[in-house]
């Protein structure tokens, strides 16, 4: 151990040295406060003897630096007080001293001391060590504590979103049956219509030639159905019928259209796809869904493409497809009159990085963290699921690509999207 000695009296530290030394502890000698203090900073000693009346610094003095001093360890004090002092004890403690002895010393007593303060700093230094040990304990706990709160709500998340995909999956296939023979009802309806209206046709040519013909001349029932025929004509207003009743069956078929790629929506969104994994050309992906989505765009935006030599990509083509297609139709319907929706694709390093930018409405700043959402959608009812770029995140991130996000509101907005080249 270390042991600095401070005392200004030559006797008195040379007899300290010496029964220290014998202890076989190290010993620092101090001829004043002063040089005590300096020499505690330099080698931070275990304890510290040292007399009470020295110039300069007294022991006191150096009895309250050394505990301000911001030393990590804990250094005993022991103080040398003559006989004469003993009275003032209070005030050796209350700067901060350990234990004191009176000069002059015993050698024994002082070896007694030493033994003694040597005892307290193991303990004290065993209290330190289990008191780091602990923070660092407690600091692993809250980590791990922090650590399963994430897991648990990653799992309640995952959880959430399986049994959402599931309901979605379920309404999905409840819908699909009644909206398929819905839409198939309603195109064999409109032939029949013209069908009718064929016939309705001959009736009404008929029913001119008659009228035409000298009423007189005509049997008395077949005037009265004449008659009875153009007063119903009359009261259901036939020629408003004719028009509208297309009108009517058009409208539906656009509903069932649209409920049809509602319920596609929520089966990707369950199961995204089975298609078969194979060597996809972007650019003709993309060529092929812009065919697919050319009625939501053409009234919209000018399309214009900038294909480059890309690598092959290895993937589910289906399904990338469908990520183009979704961030189309998003560009269109972000295009409020008439814009512009870019397509670019170029080689970058072994990828491919694919960029469609629109120039149209943007999205608004505390939206942009939510787009990949399932279910964000700012559009009105029936217009929107919010699925359409959770779908797309989930496909690129199972290609092991990424897609980012640049929006400014009135300007447009880029996605970019990176994926992996064969
Ligand atoms: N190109 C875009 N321009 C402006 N807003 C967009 C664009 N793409 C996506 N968004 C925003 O992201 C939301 C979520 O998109 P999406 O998941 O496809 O759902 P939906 O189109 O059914 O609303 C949209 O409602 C819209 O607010
Ligand atoms: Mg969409």
């Known amino acids: 151990m270390k042991i600095l000695i401070a005392e200004d009296d030559y006797v008195s530290r040379l007899l300290l040295k010496k029964s220290i030394s014998a202890m076989d502890h190290e010993v620092l000698e101090a001829v004043d406060g002063q040089q005590g203090l300096d020499l505690f900073q330099e080698n931070e000693p275990s304890m510290v003897i040292t007399d009470w009346m020295m110039p300069k610094i007294d022991g006191l003095e150096l009895c ?4 301000s001093s911001g030393k990590k360890t804990y250094t005993y004090i022991m103080l040398l007080t003559a006989k004469d002092k003993i009275s003032d004890l209070v005030e050796v403690f209350a700067a901060g001293a350990d234990d004191y002895i009176t000069k002059p010393f015993k050698p024994d007593e002082l070896k007694s001391r030493i033994k003694t303060g040597e005892r307290i700093l193991t303990l004290e230094h065993n209290h330190h060590k289990l008191q780091q040990e602990m923070t660092e304990k407690n600091f692993e706990l809250d980590k791990a504590l922090k650590d399963l709160k994430e897991t648990q709500s990653q799992i309640l998340q995952s959880e959430k979103m399986a049994s959402i995909g599931q309901l979605a999956a379920g309404v999905a296939h409840e819908i699909n049956n009644p909206i398929g023979f819905v839409g198939s009802n309603l195109s064999t309806l409109t032939d029949y219509l013209k069908d009718f209206n064929t016939l309705l046709g001959h009736y009404n040519l008929m029913k001119q030639n008659l009228k035409d013909t000298d009423l007189e001349k005509l049997p008395d029932n077949i005037k009265i159905i004449t008659e009875t025929i153009e007063k119903f004509e009359e009261e259901i207003d036939i020629d408003y019928l004719k028009d509208d009743i297309p009108e009517l069956l058009g409208d539906c078929a656009e509903g069932t259209e649209r409920v049809r790629k509602i319920v596609a929506d929520l089966k990707n969104f369950a199961h995204p796809g089975n298609d078969k ?50 961030i189309l139709v998003n560009a269109a319907q972000a295009i409020e ?19 469609i930018s629109d120039n149209g409405s943007g999205i608004e700043e505390k939206n942009i963290a939510k787009i990949f959402d399932p279910f964000f959608t700012t559009k009105p009812v029936g217009k929107g699921t919010g699925l359409g770029m959770n779908i797309a995140y989930n496909i690129i991130k199972k290609h092991k690509g990424t897609i980012d996000i640049k929006s400014k509101v009135g300007s447009g907005t880029t ?4 994926l992996p080249g064969k």
């Not at 512009?340 to 491919?352: F, L, P, S």
């Open 415 to 418: 996605f970019t999207i990176i």
């Open 337 to 355: 009159e008439k814009g512009e929706i870019h397509i670019k694709t170029q080689q970058d390093n072994k990828d491919v990085k694919i960029t």
């Open 64 to 67: 309250k630096k050394i505990r």
């Open 277 to 326: 994994i194979k060597l996809v050309n972007v650019n003709q992906g993309i060529e092929s869904t812009l065919n697919v989505v050319s009625n939501e765009i053409k009234y919209k935006a000018q399309v214009i493409k900038e294909f480059g030599e890309i690598p092959l990509v290895e993937g589910y083509p289906q399904q990338i497809n469908q990520v183009f297609m979704n």
